[in-house]
């Protein structure tokens, strides 16, 4: 069974910095669209940041210019940067896997392996 799991979350000041990790099981970030999700208490859970089957990284507006992913080279653990946070960034962040085609990238019901989620919190 694939499992993906998250770390890293935490407690930080706007416009400070944290970086959450995901570590999936097999070979599932090589023959899928990987990516963040992030869900705040009452709301719906929203796009983050993604690396396509093709590698081609997209990113949620609201967090372009502050949020990079990356990943190894062997592809098996995956990165997100997070900089000059807001308190809007505060949410609990997923990392997820799945077989999304292009046009659906953005819709977390395309992912189908999710990991439990790690909690940001940006607050003075």
């Known amino acids: 069974q694939v499992q993906v799991q998250e770390s890293g979350g935490g407690l930080v000041q706007p416009g400070g910095s944290l970086r959450l990790s995901c570590v999936a099981s097999g070979r599932i970030f090589v023959s899928n669209s990987v990516g963040w999700f992030r869900q705040a208490p009452g709301k719906e859970r929203e796009f983050v940041a993604v690396?396509?089957?093709?590698?081609?990284?997209y990113y949620a507006d609201s967090v372009k210019g502050r949020f990079t992913m990356s990943r190894d080279n062997v592809k098996t653990t995956m990165y997100l940067q997070m900089d000059t946070l807001k308190p809007e960034d505060t949410a609990v962040y997923y990392c997820?896997?799945?077989?999304?085609?292009?046009?659906?990238?953005?819709?977390?019901?395309?992912?189908?392996?999710w990991g439990q989620g790690t909690q940001v919190t940006v607050s003075s």
């Open positions: 997820a896997a799945g077989r999304a085609i292009l046009s659906a990238i953005r819709d977390p019901n395309m992912y189908g392996h």
């Open positions: 690396f396509s089957k093709s590698s081609r990284t």
